[in-house]
């Protein structure tokens, strides 16, 4: 589902921060992501995007599974948006079946760059990323919030827990002898 922000943040702001988080989850390639714009949710269900932490829609698990075949939904919440210095994210999110509705996954954390921690992990998250660059340009990691998001969003998605990999094949050979 699209990001959903608190207030005082702008709809135009969360807005442009949905790609980088569909980007993010789709780099951790741990399943098919099907991202509902935002007009696609106004449309289904009265709404740009919803909270992990309000009463949903009562058909949205149900056209979810009818109109994407989707077997989870993914809800990321902006808590908090600091767009100067120091910039500070906090994100909540929640992956939940749809059958059942059962929680598979929750993380809910704030991102400041004061933090020493959290500014160097941004940091180091452009150096591993972006080998191209001869100089040292991670210094922006902390002033541009899509960037920083960029490093939140990746960050979080890593604590996704692992895929359970298909059960193996087994396969039984038979003998059969002509006479």
């Not at 399943?31 to 935002?38: H, I, P, Q």
């Not at 191209?132 to 899509?146: E, K």
Request: with cysteine; aromatic share 8%; glycine share 2%.
């Amino acid at each position: 589902l699209p990001l959903w922000a608190a207030a005082p943040t702008s709809p135009e702001s969360t807005a442009a921060l949905d790609e980088v988080f569909v980007a993010a989850l789709q780099n951790q390639r741990r399943f098919e992501v099907v991202a509902l714009s935002r007009e696609d949710c106004r449309r289904r269900f009265h709404a740009e995007a919803l909270s992990s932490a309000a009463a949903l829609p009562p058909d949205l698990l149900a056209a979810l599974r009818r109109e994407f075949a989707a077997d989870a939904v993914l809800f990321v919440d902006l808590t908090v948006f600091h767009v100067y210095k120091p910039l500070a994210l906090g994100l909540r999110a929640k992956l939940a079946t749809i059958d059942g509705a059962k929680l598979v996954w929750s993380f809910d954390e704030v991102f400041a760059a004061e933090n020493p921690l959290v500014a160097n992990g941004a940091r180091h998250h452009f150096i591993d990323s972006d080998r191209t660059v001869p100089a040292d340009v991670t210094p922006a990691a902390l002033q541009s919030p899509t960037r920083f998001a960029t490093y939140a969003a990746t960050t979080m998605f890593a604590t996704l827990p692992p895929v359970n990999p298909p059960p193996p094949v087994v396969s039984v050979a038979r003998k059969v002898h002509a006479r």
